[in-house]
C-alpha cells in the first residue's frame, strides 16, 4: 500500500469541523481587525526565500524543498509565508493603495523537518501582516490580536514571550560582541553554527544542537545593545501592552528563525506543550530586501496544527460536528419519490437533510439514521403519500408527532 509521505497528515471527515472551526474563529477576528485575505502560491522562485528568510537560517540551509521544474528553473514549496506576501505586494504595486496594508493568509507550508511532536513536513499557518509603518501602534495592535486569537480557543497555558532583536545599527556592536563571546568556542560548534559565524552570528543562537545551546549559555544579549530609537520603540510596545492588560514575559532569548526580523519579536509559546503556538515580528528591512522601496512592517503566523492538538487535549468538548437536521426513510417506489424531492427542497430552504441513496430497507435505514445521530426521522410510505400526513419522530425524546407532509409543516416541525 502506498502511505503518505512522512510528516505529512489526512484531515479526515470526521476530523476536518475542528479545523473548520479554528479556521472561522480566527477568520471572524483578522476581518474585524480589518485584515483582507490574501493567497499566494504553493511554490516560489528558490531566490525568493534565499533572499527573504536569509541563506544562514535553518530553513534555507536545512528545511526547503527545493527542486529543478522541467524548464530548469530553481523552484521551492513555500516554507514560510511572509516572502511570497512581501513579493505579491510588490509585484502588484500595493505600495500604492492607502497605507498601511493588511493581510491574512491561511496555507500549507512545507519545510524538512525532524518529524517529532508539534513539527510536521506539511503543516498549516494562519499568519497576518501590517505592511506600511513603522510604528509600535502597528506591533501592539498585532500582538492584542494574537493574544484575541489565542484567547479564544480558550487553550490554557500560553505565555506571551516578548524581546526586541534591534535593527542594523545595533546588532553592529551587538554581534562584535557576541562574536567575541561565541569566537572562545567556536571549534566545539557544529558545523553549520560554523559557517554562520563570520555572514552572521545571531543564527547561532537559534541552533537547535544540544551542544551549541549549552554553549551559548551566558551569551550576551542584545537588549543591552539597543540604540536609542529601537529601545524606545520597545518601550512603547511594553506601555501599550501593559495598558491593554495584556500579559507578557520579556524572552531576550529569542531570536526567530528568520533572517528578516527587526525590533519587536513576539512568540505564544504553551508551557504545557513546550512548544510555541504563534510568533512573529517586525520586518522593516524585508521589503526593500525584495526590491521594493523602504517599507516598515510586522506579521505573526499561527501554526494551525500544534494549535488544534492543544485544542484537542483541552477544549474539544466545546465544538461538536454537525449531525444531520432529518432523516428521511421510505417504502416503495412512490415515497422513493416523495423523499429525494423533499430533501432536495429542504436542502434549498438550508435543512440537512439525509435520505437513502444505497437502496437499504427500511430497518437498515432507520439503523442508519440512528448511527448519524439524526435530529428527526420522517417516515413515509404509499399511504402517508396519499393523505399528506406522516409521523416525525424526536430522535432525541422518542416523541413522535402527525404532521402535515408539506415542506412548510416539516420546517416548522423539525427545527
Ligand atoms: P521553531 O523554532 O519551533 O522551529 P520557527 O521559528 O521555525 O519555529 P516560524 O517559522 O516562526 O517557526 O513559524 C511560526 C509558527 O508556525 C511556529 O510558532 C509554529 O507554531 C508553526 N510551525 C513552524 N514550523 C512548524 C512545523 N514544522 N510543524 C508544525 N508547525 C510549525
Ligand atoms: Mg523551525
Redesign the pocket.
Known sequence: MIQKPK?TKDILPGDSYKWQYVEEKAKEILENYGFKEIRVPVFEQTELFERGVGDTT??VQKEMYTFLDKGERSITLR??GTAGVVRAYIENGMASLPSPIKMWYMMP?Y?Y?NVQK????E?R?IGAEIIGTASYEADVELIAMANETIKKFNIPGVTLNINSIGCPTCRAKYQEALKEFIGKNLDQYCDTCKTRFEKNPMRIL?C?ERKCKELNQGAPVILDYLCEECSTHFENVKKSLQFLNIPYVIDAGIV???DYYTKTVF??VSETEG??????GRYDGLVEELGGQKTEAIG????????IDIFEKYAKEEIKDTTPDLYIAYIGEIAKQESMNLAFELRNRGIYVETDICGRSMKASLKYADKMNCRYLLVIGEEEVNTKQAKLKDMKTGEEKEIKLDIESIIENAK
Open positions: 510528516g535553518d530553513v516554507p514560510e507550508m519545510r523537518e508539534g513539527r510536521y513536513r503543516f499557518q537559534d537547535k526567530r528563525g528568520l512568540e505564544f512548544y510555541t503556538v504563534l510568533a512573529g505573526f503566523a499561527m501554526g494551525e496544527d500544534r494549535l
